[in-house]
């Protein structure tokens, strides 16, 4: 099973709103990934945890701020967000943090009013 | 610093016909090259990696993809091109201790019957 689960599938929000995007795995992965995608664009990365703990922050705007509950979830917390920021947000796991194949969930896609 | 290139933008092929997508790569060290296909509005699928061993690294859906040391490329390659083949294809490498995927821009197939 090489299945991670993304909530919700699609969501709106103004530019006050607070929301959260969730993932889970369970396939056992102690490296977990959010990134950002634009249409027909690669993703970029924005964090990585392992273990639990935040290892990378690709200089993401404060506006953004992950939570790793535990080994399985990985939350995104989104406040005061941009219009630019519409995307598809794209949450991966991997065995560990290095060299390791990236399994990635099918994304929320946000529209930011 | 670690690069991946995918040269062309869209690759158009006739179904049935041999379908190629190129990339080159610049990681340090033993790099490790990963091949990914995105349908439209969903994630990115994993097709096959190559880590050491024989250049030629089969995948899912009958895709293979031939590493080249000497040309720095790793090419994906299917003998018959299906209709359903049509989406988008990433290539990613990875460093050694770099903890991060570099993806190339991305290549859109289009498989016409």
């Known amino acids: 099973d090489t299945e991670v689960t993304q909530t919700p599938k699609h969501l709106v929000m103004g530019m006050t709103n607070k929301k959260s995007l969730k993932c889970e795995q369970h396939?056992?992965?102690?490296?977990m990934y959010w990134y950002k995608q634009k249409a027909k664009k690669p993703p970029e990365l924005m964090f990585v945890y392992s273990y639990e703990k935040l290892s990378i922050n690709e200089s993401v705007p404060s506006r953004f701020s992950p939570e790793c509950p535990n080994s399985s979830l990985l939350n995104l917390h989104l406040h005061a967000l941009q219009p630019e920021d519409s995307a598809l947000y794209l949450c991966?796991?991997?065995?560990?943090?290095?060299?390791?194949?990236?399994?990635f969930g099918p994304g929320t896609r946000l529209l930011v009013l | 610093a670690q690069s991946v290139a995918q040269p062309e933008d869209q690759v158009n092929v006739a179904e049935g016909n041999p379908l190629t997508v190129k990339c080159t790569y610049s990681?340090?060290?033993?790099?490790?090259l990963f091949w990914y296909v995105q349908y439209p509005n969903r994630g990115l699928q994993f097709l096959l990696k190559?880590?050491?061993?024989?250049?030629l690294v089969k995948g899912s859906y009958g895709f293979e993809a031939e590493f080249n040391k000497s040309q720095t490329s790793f090419h994906l390659k299917k003998p018959s091109a299906l209709v359903s083949d049509s989406a988008l294809y990433f290539c990613?490498?990875?460093?050694?201790?770099?903890?991060?995927?570099?993806f190339g821009k991305g290549n859109q197939v289009v498989v016409i019957p």
């Open positions: 396939m056992g992965h102690r490296a």
């Open positions: 190559y880590i050491t061993g024989d250049n």
């Open positions: 990613a490498g990875e460093g050694h201790r770099n903890n991060r995927l570099a």
């Open positions: 990681v340090s060290g033993n790099p490790y």
């Open positions: 991966a796991s991997s065995q560990e943090i290095n060299q390791e194949t990236q399994y």
